[in-house]
Structures are given as structure tokens and as C-alpha cells.
């Protein structure tokens, strides 16, 4: 795999709004010396309803590298994403294993 085109592709999706290219950007900045910058791409897609990038923005927080409040309006954020995409369908669909 190309890393370095596979990030160009992340970046163009995070840029239109895909949350797992958002948290793939994360990943990688985590491999490098920019944790910070990896905690925003986390923070940001985990605002938008990624469950992933929500654990590893409350591991940040755990580990003192995410403020309380910064991890506060995250999982409100989070919260009200996950409130908006529910539906009867959805839950029947999830609970019948359609989803």
C-alpha cells in the first residue's frame, strides 16, 4: 500500500465529511510525533458519531492529553450524532442483524 497516496485519499474524504477517513488520519498521526494533531482528527470524527475515535479521545482524556472540557463537549457532541441517527427501522434492522 501507497501511504502516502492513502493519506492524500483520507484527507480528500475527511474533507467531505467521512468520519472513518477522519479517524484513519488519526491513526496515522498517532504513528508519528503529532499526537495532538491525531486527538483533533479523533475529536472531530467522534463529534460527528464514530464510535472508534470516541474511545481513543476518552483514552486521551484518561491518559491527560484531552482537556475535561474538550472530552465533555465531545461526548456531548457524540451523544446528540448517535440521538439523530436513530430510528425504529434502524433498531429493528440492528436487532434482526439486516445492519
Do not use: P
Not at 51 to 77: C, H, I, N
Request: with cysteine; net charge positive; hydrophobic share 30%.
Amino acid at each position: 500500500m501507497d501511504k502516502k497516496k492513502a493519506v492524500q485519499h483520507w484527507q480528500i474524504a475527511a474533507m467531505k465529511g467521512n468520519e472513518e477517513a477522519r479517524y484513519n488520519l488519526g491513526c496515522e498521526g498517532g504513528h508519528c510525533a503529532s499526537i495532538d494533531r491525531a486527538l483533533r482528527h479523533y475529536m472531530i470524527a467522534a463529534k460527528c458519531g464514530h464510535d472508534k475515535s470516541l474511545q481513543r479521545v476518552k483514552k486521551g482524556f484518561m491518559d491527560g492529553l484531552v482537556t475535561k472540557d474538550d472530552f465533555e463537549s465531545t461526548l456531548r457532541a457524540h451523544k446528540a450524532s448517535q440521538d439523530e441517527m436513530k430510528s425504529d427501522q434502524r433498531d429493528i434492522a440492528k436487532r434482526t442483524g439486516v445492519y
